[in-house]
């Protein structure tokens, strides 16, 4: 492997050392150690920065199953280089902040910082895997990781329940995005991103084009927390602050934004894929920012607004693809604004958002409340706390000399330029009004929560303890990142071409080659549209402010809790209450039942799929002649099999079975399988041997008093089974003799002795051909003996050996 793979599992590596330094180290903060593997990634990735500035790539591939097409492809460009520096820098100012966040002396580190590497790396391979599956496994390593790391304080309930509904709708939408990967695969015949790009034309002209369009939309929604999937990340508040600068700020909410750009080169270009990411995108920053204005929280309000600002990126993005529709140079460049302003805005919230979690950490960890309606006038009590959010919400409002004003007026910029658009129509005038109109929400919610936080009377009797500014130790990785929100602002030309133009021509690669697109950013674009829209920004949400008295009765603003909440909780409850009832019938005790769900399920799921496909065939020309002592063996086996529904006595009935295994080890010796006989004759001898021992044991037969109708039911599930297994053998030897193709024991035949080096055909395919299953059917038997183990332990009382 290279390097570059190395890098990629070093998070996954060192993870495995925690546990031991947590352990054996006491005296240093776990956390200490943790913090040079972010610092090491960070510097490492920017080794690159010089090749995807001049627009190269950078592509290092380890084979893993190449079999199926599935390679560890490691992938370098100016797109997944952007958010491998945003992990890993951001990634270290966390932990740095967590050191002094978290007491060593009372919480588990060594399982936190477990979690959290466990995450970083899982980031890392999602935003450099050039082959779909290993970013699907990745992806899900993300919602099992976060979910462990929302779940961390595990005794409040409130964290199990975030946990389980982050998992849920995040690896419902990792399950869809898989079949849509699949899909795919089905048109292109590949998992390779690169060489999925170079079939666009051939995928947008499938009819499953739209299909694996829409899947892949639903795993990228639910993970960035968009309409209506966005519920979940306000329950992930409960996980401790570090965790939520981390996945809110700069990783998890980000892995969707990431996939609708990767994918934009195979469906940009497309108006279903333009309008569902621009919709989605607007109704998310609407909904996300009007919500943010009723939250009392200041973990709550961030929450809204980073599913605001999601939103924003992803309109963005849906709007920058209205340059595929376009072949010229200048057309195509002038529509690329949005992307533009999507990729900056993406880095431009990842410090702010940074700077804004962390600082609304410090405030709940030196008063010991959140809630803005008992803080206030901590202004000159935390004065650091007080110029880390000034900055951080000016940025998020859009207020200048901030980098947000930039990303702000250039997403006016990209909503007005859309309504150009002459295939849009008149519905092309309300995307930038709503865009407006949720900025204005934007400004309101940021000047909440600045002035109940830091203006008014000070309250100590409504802290849990007296409020005092953090620790030098706590502030410098907020200080940091609002020192980059000021340098970015006023010196956007720092990040312009270095960053923000390699991951936009990755996005949109004919712009690589294009003379008129060039990505300029300045913080003062003259006396324009989007200026005075700004101003109109700050005027309304000033004059929502002062009128907060009147609407602040509505029932609507105290209402904090999102409404489709309802919907979640109501449909778990029915989801829960339905499996339970399913359980009830179906978990009888009875081993008979179980056997006939199973029987009436395989039937059915065949005999539909044979029927469909009009697999099932049926000749008595084509059998061969059947020799007399067959008939007779044929005969002795049926009289033995129906002689079991008549026999009492538990001994003779396993006497009558084994009779039974041993005629099918006969008829294995007719057909020359001499190989499937001695195992056959040795399964049965030993299972005779041993039934008869646990057997005598045991009670006598219980007399059969089952009802006529569940005698009858029986007999058709048993006429089911007989009737389709006939159909499907002599199905198989009709369509096996008019095929004409070989048969696949040929291959066996052939092989064994050169591939496996062995004779014994049967066992080569167990060990070599087959070696993987035989491993996995290992590693269940292992299992089971463990859980077995483990069952009869809890019922020993202690001091046993097992």
């Known amino acids: 492997m290279s390097i570059l793979h190395w890098a990629i599992l070093t998070p996954f590596l060192a993870a495995i050392f925690i546990p031991f330094l947590f352990r054996y180290i006491k005296k240093a903060h776990t956390g200490w150690f943790v913090l040079l593997v972010p610092i090491a990634l960070f510097v490492y990735f920017i080794s690159f920065l010089s090749d995807t500035s001049d627009g190269n790539a950078i592509t290092k591939t380890v084979d893993w199953v190449p079999s199926l097409g599935v390679q560890f492809t490691a992938y370098v460009d100016g797109l997944s280089l952007l958010f491998a520096l945003l992990i890993s820098g951001i990634g270290a100012l966390v932990v740095l902040y967590s050191i002094f966040y978290l007491d060593k002396s009372k919480e588990q580190l060594n399982q936190f910082y477990v979690y959290l590497l466990m995450f970083m790396g899982a980031m890392f391979g999602i935003v450099l895997s050039d082959n779909l599956i290993v970013l699907y496994i990745f992806w899900e390593l993300t919602s099992l990781a976060s979910a462990l790391l929302i779940s961390y304080w595990y005794k409040r309930d409130k964290s199990i329940y975030g946990a389980q509904k982050s998992m849920l709708i995040t690896v419902f939408g990792g399950f869809s995005m898989l079949a849509g990967f699949c899909l795919l695969y089905g048109i292109a015949d590949t998992f390779s991103i690169r060489e999925l790009i170079a079939q666009a034309d051939l995928i947008s002209s499938s009819t499953m084009f739209v299909p694996a369009m829409i899947l892949i939309l639903l795993g990228a929604f639910t993970k960035s927390a968009q309409f209506p999937f966005h519920i979940w990340l306000p329950d ?195 995307i930038p009004i709503f865009a407006w109109i949720a900025s204005i929400f934007t400004f309101l919610y940021c000047l909440i929560m600045f002035v109940r936080t830091f203006f008014g009377t000070y309250k100590p009797d409504e802290h849990e303890q007296k409020a005092h500014e953090a620790p030098i130790g706590m502030l410098i990785s907020p200080l940091i990142l609002v020192s980059l929100v000021i340098i970015i602002g006023l010196f956007p030309g720092l990040v312009a071409k270095p960053l923000i133009q390699p991951a936009v021509t990755a996005i949109l690669p004919t712009l690589a080659t294009n003379s008129e697109f060039a990505v300029k950013l300045s913080m003062f674009h003259g006396w324009n549209l989007e200026l005075f829209m700004t101003i109109g920004v700050a005027i309304g949400a000033i004059a929502l402010f002062l009128l907060s008295k009147k609407w602040g009765e509505l029932a609507l603003y105290k209402r904090e809790r999102d409404p489709l909440n309802t919907l979640y909780d109501r449909g778990l409850d029915g989801l829960i209450s339905g499996s339970q009832v399913i359980t009830r019938a179906q978990m009888t005790g009875l081993l008979r039942d179980y056997f006939s769900y199973m029987c009436v399920f395989i039937v059915g799921i065949v005999a539909y799929t044979a029927f469909r496909s009009d697999a099932f065939l049926f000749s008595i020309n084509e059998s061969a002649p059947v020799p007399f002592y067959m008939w007779m063996l044929t005969i002795v086996f049926i009289l033995a099999t129906i002689s079991t529904l008549f026999v009492k006595k538990r001994m003779t009935l396993v006497i009558v079975v084994g009779f039974v295994g041993f005629l099918m080890a006969l008829l294995f010796v007719v057909f020359r399988a001499p190989d499937l006989a001695l195992t056959q004759l040795l399964v049965e001898t030993v299972s005779v041997l041993l039934f008869m021992l646990a057997f005598y044991h045991l009670p006598e037969l219980p007399k059969e008093t089952a009802k006529t109708p569940v005698k009858v039911r029986n007999i058709l599930i048993s006429a089911g089974v007989g009737a389709m297994v006939t159909l499907i053998g002599i199905s198989s030897f009709i369509m096996g003799s008019n095929s004409g193709l070989t048969s696949i024991s040929e291959y066996f035949i052939e092989n064994s002795k050169e591939l496996g080096g062995g004779y014994n055909m049967v066992n080569v395919i167990l060990v070599d051909f087959r070696g993987l299953d035989t491993i996995l059917e290992g590693l269940v038997l292992a299992i089971a003996a463990l859980s077995v183990i483990a069952m009869i332990k809890l019922r020993f009382k202690g001091g046993e050996d097992v």
């Open 236 to 430: 992930a508040m409960e996980a401790p602050t570090p965790v939520s600068a981390y996945l809110h700020s700069a990783t998890m909410v980000k892995a969707g934004i990431y996939l609708v750009a990767r994918m934009t080169p195979i469906f940009g270009g497309s108006w279903e894929w333009f309008w569902i990411i621009t919709i989605v995108g607007l109704i998310t920053l609407c909904w996300g920012s009007i919500s943010a204005v009723r939250q009392k929280d200041l973990k709550g309000i961030l929450a809204f607004s980073t599913i605001s600002q999601l939103g924003m990126i992803m309109a963005l993005l849906g709007i920058g693809s209205a340059s595929y529709f376009y072949d010229s140079d200048q057309s195509t460049a002038y529509f690329a604004v949005a992307t533009v302003a999507g990729i900056f805005h993406l880095l431009n919230h990842a410090t702010f958002k940074g700077g804004l979690f962390m600082a609304a950490g410090i405030i709940d960890h030196e008063t010991g409340t959140r809630d803005i309606r008992k803080l206030g006038g901590l202004m000159s009590i935390m004065p650091v706390t007080f110029t880390i959010s000034l900055i951080g919400l000016a940025a998020m409002a859009g207020l200048p000399p901030f980098n947000g004003f930039i990303s702000k007026e250039m997403f006016f910029t990209g909503t007005l330029r859309v309504t150009e658009l002459s295939e849009v129509g008149s519905l092309g005038m309300l």
